[in-house]
């Protein structure tokens, strides 16, 4: 029933569209008045919260119109993707779009923060910034890289306070393969305290060492000076521990310029600790929410994420203020944050700009559209053509053996890659820093999407695809409603549907060939490529 | 201490090198960036004999050494060249001696395949907090798109696929990274990856290409995004190589049969063959990446297949480059990330095999400015030890970049802002650092 209603709905709504569309010239600014179908829907249904006061206080001093609400269509595609890095399946998109409860938006958010999928996909996050890697130049070695995989995903489903799982990370002594978070003092390139407190600096307070004084990146490498490594009779064990030479006692400066004298029998690790998650670190917080706003929102409030100084100052101050507060509040509890920003109206905007100030998206005046993820690209082109990738590693280890029917996003170990993960800017894990992640597209990509046999392989070997043109028997519109649902999460406008349905009459072309363009098409387009 | 200060007069510093490189640039030609010198070589290609190739099994032969050391080959050959010999394997390479020269004491120690190959291949020890990129992306960075190259394919391609454990542009950024062509070009068609399909002909393409632009509802909508800007230009210029002459570039059937042949039926001749078609068409930089070379076990085995493969394929890719007047302009370097174990693991279970060994191994190098004919260093009587003129990777690496007239003392752009050079400081001097005896 509701399946009917919405299809009628979506057929008034395309004339409509139609009518407003054809009125309209591609390339010029729209008055904010205008609503973009099918992209947009014309007044608010999500009532939005504090975040919104905060990015529209801002948006108001400096003359920008914010974007009006994103349609549902393009919302489930999205948060989906931003949530969980899959795309929903048909079934689910039908189902959401004839869900007719008002608060149906939030009720997805709080599911899809419960998928199991949210862990897999956060995971490959923390794993990037972790520097998750068996091989060069950081050489956790693959069944460290097993375990390590295994403690982030585990404390990503059990929601791990953030506090919690930063210390463990920090204080962790034992060996790589049973003590998992003790791999965070292993995935370096160089082991010396310097290189140490640089990496926890990146990590956790979001500072570059590079960026800070002398005084501050050698008063906080005391910390990180005790810290030692020893191999076991077990191949390619390692254990972490606090060594126990006698060092004296050791003054650190924290980076806030606070000196402090670490007696002999302390763990200066536990002591370092301590200082960073204590609710007033003007670091600790403010690092992590400013980053979960740039995975969701595309940019940092702070950007770069990783690049915190004085000179560099938030877009939106009280707004990461406010995040920061939140977080403290919520006893470091992560998803509460993902889900203020999910439900924010901020984040439910279109991405279709109302405004050529260049100030527009350091303020969030729209969602910005970014090239889906290089593992999410290659999942939804594997579950597509139901062929699934295959890796071999260069050190052939039970640990380094990954089943063809794996997800992309579930890989664990940076250096088990293939050409299309290299292609599409998969990080190399090398340093740890956000900016290693190229989503930016290239003319090799494209020539790839355009023009390889890998993906003419994977649209030909689809089975859903077979399925969709043996159910349509002939009948375009049909087909054409199917395989923009399957690939874009949304039925086709009335215009689309004539494009397509005149190309499937191209003189010469075989009914099968027209569908294999259509896919093809479809995989070459911008709302297809980009979360939007 | 002073960091701002430092910075400030950092900038200043900067700012005059700035103003500096303009008026240089000015005075030279618009096109000669930073770190450019006058150039011998206008291309290079790289032969890369992944795993590793025994020395002394191909160009530095010790039939004085007994069985345990040369196993079968004991019988090296004459080279046109007096006093140099090679492999019995490769006769044809020993006719042509005089067209190449070869070192004999390359030494970096190291025997780890991963940090051995990017070691020779960047000239850095690995674990220098940073991942430089290879002697590739260094000269498409220098030589490529913003200097001058004007290519549709970019200057810097891999044959035929990538080395996996080794990132070729390090910190560089995906701008600089090689096209990796995948397929076979023994086999016909040669199904370059994202450059050739198979089964959908031109007028297809064309209305392909069409429907698409009219399905492009969403770019339509978010008018004047820059993402979407960059996105439209780089699709322009996927299709320009696409609907454009790369695909006759890649057409190996243009060729004679005889040349074909010369360069021998197999994928790592045909791979020779496209090198030199890519050179000839200003492709700057081009890795032919040959497997088989990791021979621990059934070494001897192996070498008396890839041997003769690889002397056809070499020896007419030097004749063919010399012949058309491009050896000159075209650097030819041959070796791996390492030699092997000079002493035979004849016992179970290698049954006859070499080891990984960076203490001393062989690395051939023709033309582009290389003189032929000549041997650089020499190893001990078992090819164990650098016996005088050690090489090291620097001064192997420094060389040819020297010959592209890139100097290896300029500055890389350094994510980070620090001053990164292109290669660690070379020892120069006589008997040591860039090889000048050979230049």
Request: charged share 25%; net charge neutral; glycine share 8%.
């Amino acid at each position: 029933m509701n399946v009917k209603k919405t299809v009628l709905l979506t057929v008034s709504w395309v004339f409509l569209a139609c009518i407003l569309h054809s009125a309209e010239t591609a390339g010029e600014e729209q008055p904010a008045s205008k609503i973009v179908y099918p992209y947009e829907i014309a007044s608010w249904t999500v009532p939005g919260n504090d975040i919104d006061r905060f990015v529209l206080a801002a948006l108001h001093k400096n003359g920008i119109d914010p974007s009006p609400q994103c349609s549902d269509e393009v919302f489930i595609r999205r948060v989906y993707l931003d949530t969980i890095g899959t795309p929903p399946e048909p079934g689910e998109v039908i189902a959401f779009l004839g869900d007719r409860r008002p608060d149906k938006r939030a009720i997805l958010i709080d599911v899809l923060l419960d998928r199991n999928e949210f862990a897999d996909y956060w995971s490959l996050k923390w794993c990037d910034i972790l520097r998750v890697k068996a091989e060069f130049p950081i050489n956790l070695w693959p069944n460290a890289v097993q375990a390590y995989h295994r403690w982030i995903h585990d404390s990503i489903r059990d929601n791990k306070p953030y506090d919690m799982f930063v210390r463990e990370l920090l204080t962790s002594s034992g060996s790589n393969f049973c003590v998992p978070p003790v791999n965070f003092y292993r995935a370096v390139q160089a082991r010396d305290p310097s290189s140490i407190a640089a990496a926890v600096a990146l990590t956790f307070m979001g500072t570059r060492f590079d960026a800070v004084p002398e005084t501050v990146s050698s008063g906080m490498s005391v910390f990180f000076s005790r810290i030692a490594y020893k191999k076991t009779a077990e191949w390619k064990e390692e254990i972490v521990y606090l060594n126990p030479a006698p060092a004296g006692t050791l003054e650190g400066v924290f980076p806030d310029g606070k000196e402090i004298k670490i007696a002999p029998d302390s763990d200066p690790r536990i002591v370092f600790a301590d200082w960073l998650i204590t609710p007033d670190n003007p670091w600790f917080a403010k690092n992590i929410v400013n980053r979960v706003w740039s995975w969701l929102m595309g940019r940092g409030i702070i950007h770069e994420p990783d690049d915190i100084r004085a000179d560099n100052p938030a877009s939106n101050p009280e707004l990461l203020a406010y995040l920061e507060k939140e977080l403290v509040g919520a006893r470091y509890d992560l998803k509460h944050i993902y889900r203020l920003i999910l439900n924010s109206r901020t984040y439910q905007q279109s991405s279709i700009p109302r405004t050529g100030n260049p100030d527009a998206e350091a303020l969030f005046a729209h969602y910005p559209v970014r090239r889906l993820e290089a593992e999410v690209l290659l999942d939804i082109l594997c579950r597509i053509s139901g062929i699934g990738e295959e890796y071999v590693s260069p050190i052939p280890e039970p640990y380094t053996f990954i089943p063809r029917d794996q997800r992309n996003i579930m890989l664990a170990d940076g250096s088990i890659t293939g050409p299309f993960l290299e292609l599409f800017g998969r990080p190399a894990r090398d340093t740890g820093m956000e900016s290693e992640r190229n989503n930016k597209i290239s003319d090799a990509q494209q020539m790839y999407l355009l023009n390889s046999t890998d993906i003419q392989r994977k649209i030909r070997s689809s089975q859903q695809l077979r399925r969709m043109t043996a159910v349509a028997r002939g009948n375009k519109t049909e087909l054409t409603r199917n395989v923009y649902m399957l690939f874009l999460s949304r039925f086709p406008t009335q215009t689309e549907l004539e494009n397509a349905e005149s190309y499937f009459l191209t003189e010469g072309l075989l009914f099968n060939q027209g569908v294999e363009d259509l896919a093809w098409a479809l995989i070459n387009s911008k709302e297809f490529l980009y979360k939007h | 201490m002073d960091a701002k200060r430092k910075r400030r007069i950092n900038s200043i510093t900067r700012m005059f090198l700035a103003v500096f490189c303009i008026l240089i640039m000015h005075v030279y030609g618009d096109e000669s960036p930073a770190g450019a010198r006058p150039a011998h070589a206008k291309a290079v290609i790289q032969i890369w004999l992944w795993g590793g190739p025994s020395h002394l099994d191909t160009f530095d032969p010790k039939p004085g050494a007994g069985y345990d050391y040369c196993g079968p080959f004991d019988k090296p050959v004459q080279t046109n060249v007096p006093g140099i010999e090679i492999n019995e394997l490769l006769p044809n390479l020993a006719k042509m001696a005089d067209k190449y020269s070869i070192i004999r004491s390359m030494t970096h120690g190291i025997s780890g395949h991963e940090t051995a190959a990017y070691i020779m291949q960047t000239g850095h020890l690995a674990g220098e907090k940073l991942v430089y990129p290879s002697v590739g992306a260094v000269v498409s960075y220098f030589k490529g798109y913003d200097h001058g190259y004007r290519g549709t394919i970019a200057p810097y391609v891999i044959l035929t696929t990538p080395q996996g454990r080794f990132s070729e542009v390090g910190f560089l950024g995906s701008k600089y990274k090689p096209f990796v062509t995948g397929g076979d070009p023994n086999k016909q068609p040669f199904v370059v990856e994202g450059i050739f399909l198979e089964g959908v002909s031109e007028q297809r393409q064309r209305d392909r290409r069409q429907f698409l632009g009219r399905l492009d509802s969403l770019g339509k909508s978010v008018a004047g995004n820059q993402e979407f800007q960059w996105f439209d230009r780089s699709r322009e210029q996927a299709y320009d190589v696409i609907m454009g002459d790369a695909v006759k570039l890649f057409d190996l059937s243009t060729e004679k049969d005889e040349i074909r042949d010369m360069y021998g039926r197999n994928t790592f001749g045909q791979c020779c063959l496209m090198a030199r078609r890519l050179v000839e068409n200003g492709v700057l930089y081009v890795t032919i990446n040959y497997k088989g070379w990791d021979t621990h076990n059934q070494h001897f085995n192996m070498m008396r297949r890839k041997l003769p493969e690889m002397d056809v394929a070499v020896s007419a890719l030097l004749k063919d480059l010399s012949d058309r007047g491009l050896l000159d302009s075209t650097i030819v370097w041959w070796g791996g990330e390492f030699g092997r174990t000079p002493k035979v693991y004849w016992e179970p279970p290698w049954n006859g095999g070499r080891g990984h060994y960076g203490d001393c191994f062989s690395v051939m190098v023709a033309g582009g400015g290389f003189k032929g004919g000549c041997v650089v260093g020499a190893s001990d009587a078992r090819g164990e030890k650098v016996k005088e003129r050690p090489v090291y990777p620097q001064d192997l690496l420094g060389s040819i970049y020297e010959l592209l007239g890139i100097d290896p003392a300029a500055k890389l752009p350094d994510p980070q802002g620090r001053d990164i050079r292109v290669l660690p400081p070379i020892k120069d001097g006589p008997g040591k650092g860039v090889l000048k005896e050979i230049m």
